[in-house]
């Protein structure tokens, strides 16, 4: 079995359809995409050996499948510079997500290293019941939950169509520079909808796929979270 199968089959052993982060990050970075390196810990001292191994900063996040938000349930620590501030985020992190669901089943923290700052986008996919695989790109925050600024498109789709669904934003502005800004790398955020692109046609299986955000800068694009829902 090849390791998208084998993920998607664990997944499936203990009846969950939505896939844990780094379950559907092994599975992305399967079609190329950039992600940061991450890895799962369970306790504080195994949390504190891989931020040593990452190299600091990292970003410390909670893992479990009844916690899609991870944010809403105080399950992100992000700029954690020392092992004293990886094992306090540990707890911390432990501690919110028991408050926030009392029932759900906490597996660990993924520590994971910290992309840069850049500018933070979103590219996501469903199913339409008339056209099938749909990918969908917007900026991130407000221009997607406030303004509602997303392009579609029915997959298959080719660099230029990937290009056309971003330079149709509203906001593409945005991501061309502006004032002291850099533009980011249109061909590799297009390269993302096209290996998504390429990820969905191959695996029917997938019913919802987010990045988000994908961090994108003046070269190249880093992925920091995903989200996959098997049908
Ligand atoms: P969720 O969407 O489940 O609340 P995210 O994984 O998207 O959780 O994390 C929340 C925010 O934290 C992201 O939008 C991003 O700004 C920041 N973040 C998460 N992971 C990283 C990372 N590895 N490097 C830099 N920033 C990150
Ligand atoms: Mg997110």
């Known amino acids: 079995m090849n390791t998208i199968d084998k993920v998607i089959a664990q997944a499936r052993s203990e009846n969950r359809i939505a896939l844990l982060e780094h379950e559907a990050k ?3 970075r399967e079609y190329g995409i950039t992600i940061p390196k991450f890895q799962l810990a369970t306790n504080e001292k ?11 900063p ?12 991870k944010s809403d349930a105080g399950g992100v620590k992000v700029g954690l510079n020392t092992v004293a501030d990886v ?12 408050a926030y669901d009392s029932k759900a089943n906490l597996l660990g923290v993924l520590i994971m290293e910290m992309a840069p700052k850049g500018t933070e986008v979103i590219v996501g996919a469903i199913k339409d019941s008339q056209f099938g695989a749909t990918l969908m790109f917007g900026l991130g925050g407000i221009f997607v939950e ?3 600024d997303v392009t579609f498109k029915i997959a298959p789709v080719s660099m230029d169509e ?22 980011v790398d249109i061909d590799a955020l ?24 994908v961090m994108a800068y003046a070269k190249g694009v880093s992925t920091v979270d995903a989200r996959i829902i098997l049908e």
């Open 26 to 28: 092994i599975i992305v």
């Open 190 to 213: 297009a390269q993302v909808l096209v290996s998504i692109s390429n990820l969905l046609m191959d695996h029917p299986e997938i019913r919802e796929l987010d990045l988000n955000p």
């Open 146 to 148: 406030v303004l509602k």
């Open 58 to 69: 990292v970003v410390a996040k909670i893992v479990s499948p009844e916690i899609l938000h």
């Open 46 to 56: 195994e949390a504190a050996r891989i931020a040593q191994e990452i190299g600091f």
């Open 162 to 183: 990937a290009r056309e669904m971003i330079n149709g934003l509203k906001a593409s502005a945005l991501l061309k520079g502006y004032r002291n800004t850099d533009p």
């Open 87 to 98: 094992e306090a985020a540990y707890r911390t992190i432990m501690e919110n997500a028991k």
